[in-house]
Every structure is written in structure tokens, then in C-alpha cells.
């Protein structure tokens, strides 16, 4: 995949964290995201350097909050954890025991880490005994459209009676039994992730993948507590379309293939990392690959604020929303809307419909407004 | 999302300038409203960071908590907030009314009820956390907290209930009344941003609506209504004010977290009451009156139920509870539906376009007509209307009208652009109809298939809906031993 490497320029692919995974499944319509993703651009930096940085930041005090909250859970080998698997999995209570897969000694590559965890996982997986173990800092790898992206999860792996869970810890509370929908789908998300990337790992080593449970576990704080509890969560929908996603980024290949040739997102880093690529010419280059903007991109993705001004600027239906595009039929610019509003554009061909439709409502809004 | 409301987002985009989606307001406006905007402190569930409220836009209170991590200075800042909003709710509880009903018992309602405005969804999110932080806490004991607290949380709980009740006006999301009236040309997602979706409504002078919310997205010029900060606020502002307070527990550094959150709220705090003004010039309409009564009776109620010494909200509805709520929700929400088509000829346009409503122009009219013989007969005058709507309605669909509320009809049929349609009821009981209960040739008229004859019990106490006295008593809630332990507002 060397066009991918021109593609990015003379920098390391951006590693992808299970965040990045997660959010690639956003928006899979979307053939500027595939290739950028696919090539590991760092699209942040692309973003800044257009001159429309992303949106995103992360308060300290949440920062520092799941980090508490992590090392909570994970106090004295994981024995506030240990408790609430024992309760969810209803293990019996002395049967648990901690393996710290971090544990390697010196500074080693993630190559050697990850060697590390398969070694121990193999063995767990050969392994007949009943017993429970968790496995702490485990680092798994996931291919990504030819390239390697290791996750390193503040995510364990347990193990009970043959089968594995992913155990997620997040710091959103719940209350009363409910959390915030959106932070519980984006840890949905996230865990599903780690299942296929486990899974991976199993099968590679001969292992019945299956044998990762399709069941996370969610630990959250409790109310307003900082007790921590746990929910088992099914992810099944969410490793579907990551499933998807990925295979179509395999694919990416196709539209790679239709680019101009010499297109690249290289941003032209000096010697201090600064770039110097003539902005109109990156603005260009990425033009060159088609976007599908939908505001959700506002929160998945770094590149939102350059697509939709190009969305604006292309007088886009689109930057509406769904809801909107689907009242109009899919029209696909607001100009193009209006004037078959007002009469003054001939429907095409299957456009009647809506056109009929677009003709009464500005019928009515002129009448009773 | 109907044709027209797309359409007039399109209109939005191609002015530049928000387009109307309503020509009569919808939701009841106070005289006296009170703005609430509530900050919370990043990655904290419910820790409040720092609050502005008050009736007079002139004279906003400031309430900070300088170490959102601290339990006493979280219940400090309760025990404020109850100072602010205790007096509102209880001065409104003085003056009431006799209602009288036909076959019951007269009762008394109040006049008025309180109104509370925060920005957004969000915060009405943050208000129910708040009640549900603070309604069970205990005015002695180990945990002991101000007395104001617990009685401060069952009245949030109560206003955030409410919220959810389609049609109550008693805690309003600006953003959502907003947008109730007004379409941007940008997307619903975008709208929740209060700054960017006034921006398209009222931009300052010399800039368009598109250039405004445009504007309002950066942080640093419109910092955002909460109650989430700016995560840039956050890291340069906020974290060196609070650690600095935390080191020193200083009344000079308190007052710097306060004038740090300060800047961020008061951009809103203007916001908030350009809002307010700006619904309040449109006219009410006719249903609102109707509805805000239906708020007043709750508020009564609930605040007899306090007065008797009730116990809390419960955490949980029960099943069943939650189930029948759920039904009475969804009729409720049909009937503001239907009542506001009928109170507005462009809301009543969404309907006409997908086909349930139509108007037209009556061409025949048969007011003696009559079905059935002798003691059977029934008046049932017949029209024929004219009309160049879509009409989708099967035969013996049931219609309203909004020129004669109460007046019932049923489609007998549709051929071309004539609908034949039946008055079935709202004509008077005698052998004729009653003068000017049936449309004359010539005259324009309007039915719709809304209907709106869900009744909210006008007369009972309903803290979000549910009249307690009917449904019987909530689960009493039985504190757990390790309660005040686990329920630390950490
Ligand atoms: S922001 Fe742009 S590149 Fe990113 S997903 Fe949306 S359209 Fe694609």
C-alpha cells in the first residue's frame, strides 16, 4: 500500500486508538474520511493547517476525574473490580486471581508487549481450569486497511469458565440505573473495539474466537458516589458495523486507486515538524477526494468545520441535516430546492413528486405567514 | 420534520436571516419568569460549578462554588440557590382562585405558578440531577444540610417532571422555545447552541443571521450556555482559580473562580432575556391560557402535598406506574399537537401538506340534513368544500375545525378536490342546527384530523402528570442503611 504512504507523506501513520476505530464507523458513507483514515493522516493537523481546527478538547477536570476513578477501580490488583465481576459473573468468591500483563519488565516496544499478551492469553485460552483471572493492561493490535493500530486498553480482559469479557471502565455516572445515552453508546462503541481485537488475537492463535463474549462489562460510578458498579452491555449491533467499516476500508483500495495520481495530504513538515504546505494547494488535495458532510460530523470527526463550509459554500442540503434532506427528497442543494419551490427550475425526471410537494408548501407559507 | 419546515430552513439559508415557524406563541410566558443557568464542573455527574439566576435582567445572582469537589460548599451553594428560588415559588402560592366543577367539590388553584428558564435541554438534564441530589438529603443527623435543601430538590424534581410533560410551560428550554418558533438555516444539531441559534434569530445590527451564529461558535467571543464550560475555559482559567482557592481557601481567591465563571455566564445571562423578549412580543396563542392552567393546578398541588409533608419524589416510577404515565404522555402530546395547529394557521399548514388537514371553500351545505327516523333521527348537516390540498383521509375519519372548537366531523367522502363531510357533533341539540354552528356556501373553512380531547385533570394535584391522589401514593421511600454514605454528593 504504498500509495497510501504517498498519500500521508514522510511522517509515521497515525496510530489509531479504539476511539479512532469507534468513530470510523461514524460516518462510513464517507470516502474523504476512508482514505485520510486509512492512510493514518493525522487529519487534526490537516484540519488546523486548512485553517479550520477541530472543535474537540477535553477538559483537565474530566481528565482527572476518570483517571481517579480508574485508579479506584483498579486499586490493590483490581480488588474493588474483582468484587463486582464476582457479583455480575457470578463467580464463586475465592476463585479470582490477577495477572498484570504490562508487567515486562525495562521499556519494551508494543511489539514485544503484545507478544507478551498473546503469550499469556494462549495459555489462559489453553488452559481447562474454572477459575477466574482478570488480565490487567493487556496491549492487543488490530489491522486497519494494512496497517497495525495497538490498543492499549484501561481496558481488562476476564476470564471465567473458557470465556472472555472486555471490561470497560468509564467515568460517566449512573443514576437511578440510567446514564447519559450518548456516553454509554460511545463506550458501546469503544468496548466493541477491544472485542474484535481480541478476538483477532484468539483466532490467530487457533483459538475459537467466539469464546470472547459478546457481553462488556461497564463500570461506571454509582449515583453520586464514586463507588464504582457495573452493567454487562451487549455490543453485538456495534461490532457489526464496525465489522463493516473496517471491510470497507479495505476496499478503500477502489477509491484510492480512482485518485489523481501525485494527490497527496502531505503537509510538508520542516525540520521542526511545522508545516509548510502552501494552504490552498492542501485545500485543494483534499478536495480532490469527495465528502458526504452530515452534522454529525460536528462531533466525530476532525475534518467538520472544512467540510461544511464546503458545504455552504456549495449551497449543500446537507448542511441541514437528515431530518431536512429527507423532507426534501434528497434534493441536493438548497438553490436547486428553492427554485423548484417557486416554479422557477422544471422538476426532473422523479422529481415531480417532491416538486409538487415544495410547490404547495411555498404556496401555504406565502399564504399564511 | 414537515415539507414546510425544511422549506423554511432553505429560506433561512438563501436570506440569511431565521424564517417564522408559528405566527402566535405556544408556550405561556410569565410576567415574571425566572432565568436559571446552571454550570457544572467537567466530568462530575452533578457537582455545580456555578449558577445565574433571577427574575430582573438587571440584577442577576452570581452563585460559585470555588471547590466543586467539596460536599459543604455543594450543599452551600444548594442552600443559595434555595434562597433564590424558594421565595419565588412561595410567593406565587399566596394568591388563589376558586375553581368551580360541575359534580365535584370546588378547589382552589393558584393564580400564577413559577416559570423557570434555563438555555438548553441539557440544563433541564442538570435540574433534574440536582432535585435528585438533593431532595433526600436530611436536615439533621450526620449529614445534616441547610433545611432549605431537601425542600429546594423536591421543587427542582418537580420542575424537571413537568418539563417533560408535553405543553407545560413551567420549565422551559430556550433553545427549544426558540426553536419552536423559528427556523435557522442551519441544523437542529447547531440549534442547541443558544448563542449560534440567536444568532440566526436576532444577529447584532450589520451582520446576517448566517454571520452571527457563525460568530457565536467561538468559545472565547460566545462561551458556551452550559451547563458543560469551554474545555479551553477549563485548562487555562478555571483549573489555576480553583487550585489557587484550594491551596489558600482565601476570600481574594474565591472571588477570582467567581469572576472567571462570571465572564462566562454573563454573555448568556443577556441571551437568555433577548429570548425572552423576543417571545414575548409574539401574541399567545388562544391554547396557552389553557395549558399555563393546567401548570397553576399542578403547582397547586404539589405544593399542597409538600405542605402535608409528603415524602420525596421516588427514585423510580414503578412499572406500572411508568407504563400508564407513558400513555397519558403520548395523548397529551397529541392534543398540544392538535392544539396548536388549531391555534395557528402555519403550524396547521405542516398539516395540510402531508394530508390529514385541508381548507377550502365551502360549495353546498345541507345544515337540516338528517339520519335515521322517528326517535332514531339524528342531525347530521352535510358540506361539500372545495379544496386544492392533498387531501389523504379515509371515509369516517374524524375531523376538528378550528373556527368552531368543539365542533366534531367525519369525512363521507373525498372525490376530486370536493370532501364531503358530515357535523356530528357541536351543532346543538335541537331538530336544527343551531345558528351559525354550520359553515354557509362560500365560506372559507379548515378541518383537521386532530384531535384534541385529552383533558389534563385540571383539578389535581399532578407533580409531572400524575395525580397522586387518584394514582395513589408513591412507593414510599425507605432509606437504605448506608444511604447518607452512598448518597454523598460526591
Ligand atoms: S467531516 Fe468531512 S471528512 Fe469527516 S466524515 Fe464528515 S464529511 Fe467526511
Not at chain 2, 473562580?257 to 412580543?281: D, I, K
Not at chain 2, 395549558?291 to 421516588?314: I, V
Request: hydrophobic share 40%; aromatic share 6%; charged share 25%.
Amino acid at each position: 500500500m504504498d500509495r497510501l504512504d504517498e498519500l500521508r507523506g514522510p511522517v509515521p501513520p497515525r496510530p489509531h486508538d479504539a476511539r479512532a476505530i469507534a468513530a470510523l464507523a461514524a460516518n462510513p458513507g464517507c470516502a474523504r474520511r476512508a482514505v485520510l483514515d486509512a492512510a493514518g493522516i493525522d487529519k487534526d493537523a490537516t484540519a488546523t493547517h486548512l485553517g479550520f481546527p477541530a472543535p474537540f478538547g477535553q477538559s483537565p477536570f474530566a481528565i482527572t476525574r476518570g483517571n481517579v476513578f480508574e485508579a479506584l477501580v483498579k486499586e490493590s490488583g483490581c480488588a474493588e473490580l474483582l468484587r463486582l465481576l464476582r457479583e455480575i459473573l457470578g463467580l464463586p468468591i475465592p476463585l479470582a486471581s490477577y495477572t498484570d500483563l504490562g508487567d515486562v519488565g525495562g521499556n519494551p516496544s508494543a511489539h514485544l508487549r503484545h507478544s507478551h499478551t498473546r503469550r499469556l492469553l494462549d495459555r489462559a485460552a489453553r488452559d481447562g481450569d474454572d477459575a477466574g483471572t482478570l488480565y490487567d493492561h493487556p496491549l492487543l493490535r488490530l489491522d486497519i486497511a494494512g496497517h497495525t493500530s495497538y490498543l492499549e486498553p484501561d481496558v481488562v480482559a476476564f476470564r471465567l469458565g473458557g470465556r472472555f469479557h472486555i471490561v470497560e471502565i468509564k467515568s460517566f455516572s449512573v443514576i437511578d440505573g440510567q446514564a447519559e445515552p450518548d456516553k454509554v453508546a460511545a463506550a458501546a462503541r469503544q468496548a466493541a473495539v477491544y472485542v474484535l481485537a481480541l478476538r483477532d488475537t484468539l483466532e490467530e492463535l487457533g483459538h475459537d474466537p467466539a469464546r470472547v463474549s459478546h457481553d462488556v462489562v461497564l463500570v461506571c460510578p454509582e449515583n453520586f458516589a464514586n463507588r464504582p458498579a457495573a452493567t454487562l452491555v451487549d455490543v453485538r449491533r456495534e461490532l457489526a458495523v464496525l465489522r463493516r467499516q473496517l471491510a470497507r476500508m479495505t476496499r478503500v483500495g477502489a477509491i484510492v486507486d480512482a485518485l489523481e495520481p501525485g494527490l497527496t495530504f502531505d503537509l510538508v513538515p520542516d525540520a521542526g515538524g511545522a508545516p509548510t504546505r502552501p494552504v490552498a494547494d492542501l485545500r485543494e488535495a483534499v478536495r480532490g477526494v469527495g465528502a458526504r458532510y452530515a452534522p454529525d460530523c460536528l462531533s466525530t470527526c476532525d475534518l467538520c468545520f472544512f467540510c461544511r463550509d464546503e458545504a455552504a459554500s456549495e449551497g449543500s442540503t446537507d448542511l441541514l441535516g437528515r431530518q431536512v434532506r429527507d423532507a426534501l427528497g434528497g434534493v441536493a442543494t438548497v438553490a436547486e430546492a428553492l427554485g423548484l419551490a417557486d416554479g422557477s427550475l422544471i422538476p426532473d425526471e422523479g422529481q415531480e413528486e417532491i416538486a409538487r410537494l415544495l410547490r404547495l408548501a411555498d404556496r401555504m407559507y406565502a399564504e399564511v405567514s | 420534520m414537515s415539507t414546510l419546515a425544511a422549506l423554511a430552513r432553505l429560506r433561512a439559508v438563501h436570506t440569511g436571516a431565521a424564517q417564522r415557524l408559528a405566527t402566535v406563541r405556544h408556550c405561556h410566558l410569565s410576567e415574571r419568569p425566572m432565568v436559571l443557568i446552571p454550570l457544572r464542573l467537567a466530568g462530575e455527574a452533578a457537582a455545580p460549578l456555578a449558577a445565574m439566576a433571577g427574575t430582573d435582567p438587571a440584577r442577576p445572582r452570581l452563585l460559585v462554588v470555588p471547590q466543586p469537589r467539596d460536599r459543604d460548599l455543594r450543599f452551600a451553594f444548594a442552600a443559595e440557590l434555595a434562597e433564590i428560588l424558594l421565595p419565588y415559588i412561595e410567593g406565587l402560592q399566596k394568591a388563589t382562585e376558586t375553581v368551580e366543577r360541575r359534580g365535584a367539590e370546588p378547589f382552589e388553584r393558584c393564580v400564577d405558578a413559577p416559570q423557570v428558564i434555563v438555555p438548553n435541554r441539557s440544563a433541564v438534564a442538570f435540574v433534574q440531577l440536582l432535585g435528585r441530589s438533593t431532595r433526600f438529603r436530611r436536615a439533621e443527623g450526620e449529614y445534616a444540610v441547610h433545611p432549605s435543601v431537601p425542600v429546594l430538590g423536591r421543587w427542582l424534581t418537580f420542575l424537571a417532571q413537568r418539563a417533560q410533560y408535553p405543553g407545560s410551560a413551567s420549565l422551559l428550554a430556550a433553545t427549544e422555545a426558540m426553536s419552536l418558533h423559528w427556523a435557522t438555516g442551519q441544523s437542529a444539531l447547531e440549534d442547541a447552541n443558544l448563542a449560534s441559534l440567536m444568532g440566526w434569530i436576532d444577529p447584532p445590527p450589520g451582520m446576517t443571521g448566517a454571520e452571527a451564529a457563525r460568530e457565536a461558535e467561538d468559545p472565547l467571543v460566545w462561551p458556551p450556555a452550559g451547563p458543560a464550560t469551554d474545555p479551553g475555559f477549563d485548562s487555562e482559567v478555571l483549573a489555576p482559580a480553583i487550585r489557587a482557592y484550594a491551596e489558600t481557601r482565601s476570600d481574594r481567591a474565591a472571588a477570582r473562580v467567581g469572576e472567571a465563571v462570571r465572564s462566562q455566564l454573563e454573555p448568556t445571562w443577556r441571551l437568555m432575556w433577548r429570548a425572552v423578549g423576543l417571545l414575548g412580543a409574539l401574541p399567545a396563542g388562544p391554547g396557552v391560557a389553557a395549558r399555563w392552567e393546567g401548570d397553576r393546578a399542578s403547582f397547586t398541588g404539589f405544593a399542597a402535598q409538600l405542605a402535608e409533608g409528603g415524602p420525596p419524589q421516588p427514585k423510580r416510577d414503578g412499572a406500572v406506574g411508568a407504563a400508564s404515565r407513558l400513555a397519558r404522555m403520548e395523548r397529551a402530546q397529541a392534543s398540544y399537537d392538535a392544539q396548536r395547529a388549531y391555534d395557528d394557521p402555519l403550524v396547521m399548514a405542516g398539516h395540510r401538506l402531508t394530508g390529514e388537514a385541508f381548507t377550502g371553500t365551502v360549495l353546498a351545505a345541507d345544515p337540516d340534513h338528517a339520519e335515521g327516523e322517528g326517535r332514531g333521527r339524528k342531525l347530521r348537516p352535510l358540506l361539500t368544500v372545495r379544496t386544492s390540498d392533498p387531501v389523504r383521509l379515509a371515509a369516517g375519519t374524524r375531523l376538528g375545525t378550528p373556527e368552531r372548537r368543539g365542533q366534531q366531523a367525519e369525512v363521507v367522502e373525498i372525490t376530486g378536490g370536493h370532501v364531503t363531510l358530515k357535523i356530528v357533533k357541536g351543532m346543538g341539540r335541537g331538530r336544527t342546527a343551531s345558528p351559525g354552528s354550520v359553515p354557509e356556501v362560500g365560506e372559507r373553512v379548515c378541518y383537521a384530523a386532530l384531535t384534541d380531547e385529552y383533558q389534563p385533570p385540571a383539578s389535581l394535584p399532578a407533580p409531572e402528570d400524575t395525580p397522586w391522589t387518584h394514582g395513589g401514593p408513591p412507593p414510599e421511600h425507605v432509606p437504605a442503611v448506608e444511604e447518607p454514605d452512598e448518597e454523598e454528593w460526591a
